[in-house]
DNA sequence: AAACCCATTTGATACAAGTCATTTTGAGCA
DNA sequence: TGCTCAAAATGACTTGTATCAAATGGGTTT
């Protein structure tokens, strides 16, 4: 393990509950995530009944799904530690990479509008997740007005966040789109207290490339640019961010 | 006006109320598009309470706006007749499109996340619209579960739209991408009991572009090519679709 | 430590779509 | 009837990214 590793890889040996993301004892009023995560808008007591309908379950292993393709939908979840991503496949079996989930952030929305879900979600890395069950979420709703609020306005930054990648889809080059990519993955870690500087990217060039709508190859090639033109060091999938400012108007053009 | 003309046009003498679709006066329980629009899963005693919160304005000229970037966020709208795009501008003032809306469409729902609308509605021919007061829908949605369950589909249908959007503009070619559209704005059609083989696009092929990541010479080229293989017969806005089946294989790849 | 696997990188070449320039078409209006 | 203006179509040329192919390198197994 590096010095930019994970803080879920830190304190895998602490004896305290509330110190291992992995644990899943945990309560969303004790969790480290909760400043980022659904109890945000919520009052100490209101938490407290949020806390009870959500489940935890063991750790994910790497590849292993937290739903697939037609499975029935009945929750939506919330990364506690490790990553996500969630993908979709078309008719002709084409998968689609749609996000990327951190520690804090909310997956799983998409399912709503179905009775089965129509992408899957797998962990890129060993993850820990809570499940929220819907049916549950949406009593609770009924009687926390500001939990209903909350849940409206993450299933529309969901909304706002997919149009940003059809901008950058469909109107930005293949450096602008790596660049837009790094710098989000940079400030998402900021907002989790860890460097936006150093650290390491969760997923492969593949799943890069996927997401992006760009081959694995361009990728490669344009990582390898940046590093030459000195705006990042590159180690696998270890990044350190060198020139912060180029990289923002590359991703601003 | 041709044969393929909009249906808003062919009743404008009528004079009964109900018959118009511009008139300000009709219910959602006469509303024709009822069946498409937020009534689908109320009950009539419902609807009629949702119809109480459901304001609506004079006919809107095409190329004005429903709302503007920056302007307070306050509501979601129906399209009641006529046609309505969205478009977001990104910091550096790029325009991208991010939908069509037909009649009994909802639109609007990316500003709930924030208390400005970070998109513009404008209309693309005379359209008339229902403003649905979002706060009033809210308190609506907390003594009505059946609309808030239907509120969360409807976001969650867009979430999944907008996936399909990412998807199409990632993988797929210029001819895919247009086929995609033509087939998309004949299905919406034919749902409303129109023709699904003889229609009018609303929207100009600069509009076009934009939303699926082409320039307008692209699509004018590809539209071409289209009626000189004979999948469609094009003049200028009016289309006819001669070959549903290699359309639908394109679209398809 | 050899053998293998897989992700990643790098290079050479092809092609789809962009760019720039020009023409055509049609609508509105004097 | 002809003028103006904008949208759309068409043609010639350029280019960014895909494609195909091969090399590199790290990690795991035997």
Redesign the interface.
């Known amino acids: 393990m590096t010095a930019i590793s994970e803080p879920s890889d830190l304190s895998r040996n602490s004896t305290m509950t509330v110190a291992c993301p992995h644990n899943a004892s945990i309560s969303c009023t004790d969790c480290r995530m909760n400043s980022l995560c659904l109890p945000i808008a919520l009052e100490y007591d209101e938490v407290e009944r949020l806390n009870e309908i959500v489940q935890r379950g063991r750790p994910l292993q790497k590849d292993s799904h937290v739903y697939d393709i037609a499975d029935e939908f009945s929750a939506v979840y919330a990364v506690r530690s490790g990553s996500i991503k969630t993908y979709?496949v078309?008719?002709?079996g084409?998968i689609?990479v749609?996000g990327f989930y951190l520690p804090g952030e909310i997956f799983g929305?998409?399912?709503?509008?179905?009775t089965h879900h129509?992408?899957a979600a797998v962990a890129m890395e060993t993850a820990s997740i809570c499940e929220i069950p819907f049916s549950r979420l949406?009593e609770l709703?009924?009687t926390m007005?500001s939990l209903?609020?909350h849940?409206?306005?993450?299933?529309?930054?969901?909304?706002?966040s997919?149009?940003?990648?059809?901008?950058l889809?469909?109107?930005n080059s293949a450096e602008e789109r790596v660049a837009t990519l790094l710098l989000s993955i940079s400030a998402r870690n900021a907002k989790r207290g860890l460097s936006g500087i150093r650290f390491r990217l969760p997923m492969s060039r593949a799943d890069i490339g996927?997401?992006?709508?760009l081959t694995v190859e361009t990728v490669s090639r344009v990582f390898s640019r940046f590093q030459k033109q000195g705006l990042l060091n590159v180690d696998k999938k270890e990044i350190e961010v060198v020139d912060t400012l180029a990289l923002q108007e590359l991703a601003?053009?």
């Not at 929305?109 to 179905?114: F, L, R, T």
């Open positions: 979709s078309n008719e002709q084409v689609q749609t929305m998409d399912g709503i509008a179905h129509v992408s949406e709703s009924i007005p209903q609020r849940f409206f306005k993450l299933m529309s930054k969901e909304i706002t997919d149009q940003q990648l059809i901008t889809l469909s109107k996927n997401y992006l709508g601003n053009t």
